[in-house]
C-alpha cells in the first residue's frame, strides 16, 4: 500500500495495521521535518506531489519490494501540504519473518520513493525565503 496524506500520519494505526501472527520483525522509518538544512534555519516546509502519477509509482515500489524481499506486508505514506517542524513527513513500515528482509525492504523502500515519486519539498527559512529542493534533500 501506498499513500498520500494531507493530514497528520497515524503511525499507530498503520503500524497495527501490518501485523501478523507470522512475522517476527517489524521495521518502521519515520521521515520528520527537521529546524535546519545546509546551515539554513528551517522553520516548515510544504510538499507538492503529481497524486495519479505518486500513487502508481509508489505501488510499482512496494510490489517490487514485495518480490524482491521475504517480507509479509509493506506500506508508505507521505504527507502533502505544509508542515511544521517535528511532523511525520514520509512514513514506512514493513512486516516479516526476520529481520534482515525487513530492515533491507524499508530502507529499499524509502529509497526508492525519494528517487522515483513525483513529490516535490519547499522549505521555509527564518529569514524569509523559500526554496524549492529535490526529494532527497
Do not use: N
Not at 512514513?91 to 528482509?101: E, I, K, L, P
Amino acid at each position: 500500500m501506498f499513500a498520500l496524506s494531507e493530514s497528520a500520519i497515524d503511525a499507530s494505526r498503520l503500524g497495527r495495521g501490518l501485523e501478523s501472527p507470522r512475522t517476527g520483525a517489524a521495521i518502521v522509518f519515520e521521515g520528520r521535518v527537521r529546524d535546519h538544512h545546509q546551515g539554513r534555519q528551517v522553520i516548515g516546509l510544504a510538499y507538492e506531489a503529481y497524486a495519479e502519477l505518486a500513487l502508481a509509482e509508489g505501488s510499482r515500489i512496494i510490489a517490487e519490494a514485495r518480490e524482491r524481499f521475504a517480507i509479509e506486508q509493506a506500506a508508505c505514506v507521505h504527507r502533502v501540504g505544509e508542515l511544521s517542524l517535528g511532523e511525520t513527513a514520509v512514513w514506512v513500515g514493513v512486516t516479516a519473518a526476520h529481520r534482515d528482509a525487513a530492515f533491507a525492504a524499508c530502507r529499499y523502500i524509502i529509497d526508492e520513493v525519494k528517487a522515483r515519486v513525483p513529490i516535490w519539498k519547499r522549505e521555509h527559512y527564518a529569514e524569509g525565503a523559500s526554496e524549492w529542493l529535490h526529494p532527497d534533500a
